[in-house]
């Protein structure tokens, strides 16, 4: 059976109250998922390469690319048969009436699963973008409570993408994206601290943002059950990472 994607903010479940927030803590509204690269996450073997991640429990995925870091592709459809999901990303429209900058960096691009899929077993996304083709393989999470195509709990989570780096999903405002001050980790446990500041006026929307981070090789574990403590930026909490 096929499943076409419905848009991004219907399958999350965004609501459609709207608030002025302060600090990036965040309210509802957006659909549009922002990226917050960082240029030291992953390693450069090939930059054609892709890379995926599992993430809000089982409803959502990042496909994770190298290029500017200033022009991050977006899901533009998915569908899905089975246990296999086509993905196709693009440039943003607006991305064409701005230079982009000559950096090489990881970019993550957020999609939702669609209906059908389960998360609990093995995935695997077929990903174009532009002349770029890729197979990605998603390992199936066994405690994934998320349904594809169910409402989101609007809580942070993160997900593997390479040795020692990971994508954090965050929910907020798309004009208040987090800023890493500080990263450290090591075996099980790793601590990300953003910048708080508590004078920066956010839009009023809510949508999905993330946010690469990199431990760096054989520093911290990634093949069990890995926490993560998030601190300032309005993000205090922890994330268990699997």
């Keep these: 059976m096929t499943s076409a994607l419905r848009p991004l903010a219907s399958v999350v479940g965004l609501v459609a109250a709207a608030f002025l927030v302060a600090g990036c803590t965040a309210g509802p509204g957006s659909d549009t998922p922002t990226s917050s690269p960082a240029p030291s996450a ?17 409803r959502m995925f990042a496909v994770v690319t190298w290029g500017s870091s200033t022009c991050v592709p ?21 991305e064409a009436e701005k230079p982009c900058t000559a950096d090489l960096a990881p970019r993550a691009s957020l999609g939702a699963l669609p209906e059908g899929v389960d998360p609990t077993k ?33 809580q942070p989570t993160a997900g593997w993408f390479d040795d020692g780096a990971l994508v954090l999903l965050t929910w ?23 910048v708080t500041d508590d004078d920066q006026v956010c839009t009023m929307d809510m949508g999905p943002r993330a946010t690469m981070l990199a431990f760096g090789d054989d520093t911290v574990e990634d093949d069990g059950t890995f926490t993560l403590t998030l601190v300032g930026g309005g993000l205090d909490g922890t994330v268990e990472v699997r």
């Design 42 to 58: 992953g390693n450069v073997d090939d930059q054609n390469d892709m890379e995926g991640a599992l993430l809000d429990d089982g």
């Design 74 to 94: 977006q899901v533009d459809q998915v569908t899905g048969e089975g246990q296999t999901v086509t993905v196709t990303l693009a440039d943003p429209a607006a």
């Design 122 to 154: 093995d995935i695997t996304l077929n990903v174009t973008y532009g002349d770029l083709t890729d197979d990605i393989d998603l390992d199936g999470d066994p405690a994934a409570a998320g349904t594809p195509g169910g409402s989101t709990e609007y």
């Design 172 to 194: 907020g405002s798309s004009s208040c994206i987090p800023v890493v001050e500080s990263l450290e980790g090591s075996g099980t446990s790793g601590t990300a601290t953003f």
